[in-house]
């Protein structure tokens, strides 16, 4: 990552609760406003702004999982400057209202947010492969198109993959609208060796930058790759809420390729998650950043 953009980015996440201007990121960066931003893009596949955003967003998703603060308090702590605005920018991004995000991370009948739109009247689909990195177990993995470089709502289509640690998987995303979008992936993998429950590992992927989108042309299939990877810095923050993606024990394939699930055809298993969400943090900070 550059040196320049990781300074960005520290700066937004030490500092997300400050009223922080484009122009304050970038001095923390050492770099012009408009040169900063150019360079943050091309790293990221967002702008300084909505990445902070986005930060602002995770924070309070935090807080409202593991806290007993109100809203108002949460709103104030992540950099709002009113609870309207924030609760407006917190449903929008994450596809639940703050008080219903709350009650599904407890258990209390709040059920995940419904897909995005209908399909388009024109629309293709995307199909792949979806492979792990070396060193790590089976892998449960959230597949989307997104219209920007953030796991966030709505997704345009969306799927749920179950990927054996040795070999790829496949994975459809039917009625895709016509266009240019993100393809982004993230994931729970198991540990190795001999208690793969005792670690589990978030993974991101996808064409995320702005350079590496998927373009989709109306009855027919766009071939794209999915590699897994470590999450780093400089990736969004993923605020959609997601089901639980709990790694499974064994993928039993189907000819050529492993199971495959649409995400919005399976209630029962986000049902049976939906007391357990788990956000895949798609950007720690680094230890000691």
Same mark, same amino acid.
């Given at each position: ?12 996440r030490e ?58 308090e949460i ?17 929008? +991004? !994450?596809?639940?209202?703050?008080? %219903?995000? $709350? #009650?599904? *991370?407890? /258990?209390?009948?709040?059920? &995940?947010? =419904? ?11 995307v199909a ?91 009855? +027919? !299939?766009?071939?794209?790759?999915? %590699?897994? $990877? #470590?999450? *780093?810095? /400089?990736?969004?923050?993923? &605020?959609? =809420? ?48």
């Amino acid at each position: 990552m550059d040196a320049a953009v990781e300074r960005a980015v520290a700066c937004m996440r030490e500092r997300f609760a400050d009223p922080l201007t484009v122009t304050d990121i970038a001095h923390s960066a050492s770099l012009g406003r408009f040169p900063l931003s150019r360079l943050f893009r091309e790293e990221t596949g967002v702008s300084p702004g909505r990445f902070l955003a986005a930060v602002r967003i995770d924070e309070a998703k935090k807080l409202i999982e593991n806290t007993s603060m109100g809203f108002a308090e949460i709103s104030r702590a992540v950099g709002y400057d009113s609870l309207h605005a924030f609760t407006h920018s917190f449903t929008a +991004a !994450v596809g639940l209202s703050p008080g %219903r995000f $709350r #009650r599904l *991370c407890r /258990a209390q009948g709040a059920g &995940l947010p =419904a897909p995005g739109p209908g399909p388009s009247p024109r629309s293709g689909s995307v199909a792949g492969t979806v492979r792990l990195p070396p060193g790590h177990g089976n892998a449960r993995v959230f597949l989307g198109a997104f219209a920007t470089a953030v796991v966030q709502y709505p997704a345009l289509a969306q799927a749920v993959v179950d990927v054996p640690s040795d070999r790829p998987s496949c994975y459809f995303l039917r009625d895709v609208p016509e266009g240019r979008w993100h393809l982004l992936a993230v994931a729970v993998a198991a540990g190795t060796g001999h208690d793969p429950h005792a670690v589990r590992s978030g993974l991101v992927g996808g064409h995320g930058t702005a350079t590496t989108t998927v373009t989709v042309t109306a009855d +027919a !299939v766009t071939s794209a790759a999915v %590699r897994l $990877r #470590r999450p *780093c810095p /400089a990736d969004p923050p993923v &605020l959609l =809420a997601l089901p639980e993606l709990e790694p499974p024990v064994t993928v039993v394939p189907h000819p050529g390729c492993a199971a495959t699930t649409p995400a919005a055809a399976a209630p029962e298993r986000e049902r049976a998650g939906a007391g357990r969400l788990r956000l895949v943090p798609a950007a720690p900070v680094p230890p000691g950043g």
